[in-house]
């Protein structure tokens, strides 16, 4: 099972993100995961995912950088797709388009936006239509979220899935449900303490044992300097290769 983490993206500091990718990528975490999430009341900084990707690509070396996830509606679609194409190009192909239809947090930052969200029919059909696009051109996709449409349209394309802090009957039923396509979890965690650590630890031997591809981290502090290192301690303390 890969290791992925994000960065620290709530705020104005570019350069503290890129530094966070290349302390991953030397501590050996396997990939790096950009939000597609943006300022809004409350929350006035959030560097813009893809745009960051770009960069990274440029900064690090081996690892694997993605969206998580890119969401439709916010840009025309043949935007986003150009979007991940370049951000792609730029990894040589070290890249997968995390791609979804957005959530709550959403509903927020559309507002603030001043973007008309359409409706979640529309949404699903165009993820359909941006996830095709992207694997005819040999981009890995998965698909974002724990409802039933999003596992129908992941294996109606064949295509990942990623799940952001499902239950455990939703993991099981997707870990079920796979049929060789890459099943991938994600959650905030504290990992700050001993305590965290060792949770973290026991968090990842489970996942691994039950098949997930990639587990990501999302520490509840993702620019501390150690961020990496801990979550790779929790790697080693969970006795994963």
């Not at 001043?114 to 529309?122: D, H, I, K, Q, Y």
């Not at 999003?150 to 870990?175: M, Y």
Request: charged share 20%.
């Amino acid at each position: 099972m890969k290791i992925g983490i994000t960065l620290p993206q709530f705020s104005a500091d570019a350069p503290a993100m890129v530094a966070a990718a290349r302390r991953a990528e030397g501590e050996g975490i396997d990939a790096v995961f950009a939000y597609d999430h943006y300022p809004r009341p409350g929350r006035p900084e959030a560097l813009h995912g893809l745009t960051m990707l770009g960069g990274l690509a440029i900064a690090t070396d081996t690892m694997l950088l993605g969206t998580l996830v890119a969401r439709i509606g916010v840009v025309p679609d043949a935007v986003l797709i150009s979007a991940v194409r370049t951000a792609c190009r730029l990894a040589e192909g070290r890249f997968v388009a995390g791609l979804g239809v957005g959530d709550k947090q959403s509903d927020i930052e559309d507002q603030a936006l001043g973007v008309s969200r359409p409706t979640l029919e529309e949404r699903f059909v165009r993820l359909e239509h941006v996830a095709a696009t992207l694997t005819h051109e040999g981009i890995d996709v998965w698909i974002g979220g724990r409802s039933r449409r999003a596992a129908t349209l992941s294996a109606a394309l064949g295509v990942g899935r990623n799940l952001w802090e499902p239950t455990e009957q939703q993991l099981q039923e997707a870990l079920e449900e796979a049929e060789g396509r890459p099943v991938t979890w994600g959650a905030t965690i504290e990992i700050g303490d001993d305590v965290g650590v060792g949770a973290l630890a026991d968090k990842l031997a489970d996942l691994a044992g039950r098949g997930v591809v990639v587990a990501i981290v999302a520490p509840m502090k993702a620019g501390a300097a150690d961020a990496a290192s801990r979550v790779m301690h929790a790697k080693k303390l969970a006795g994963l290769p």
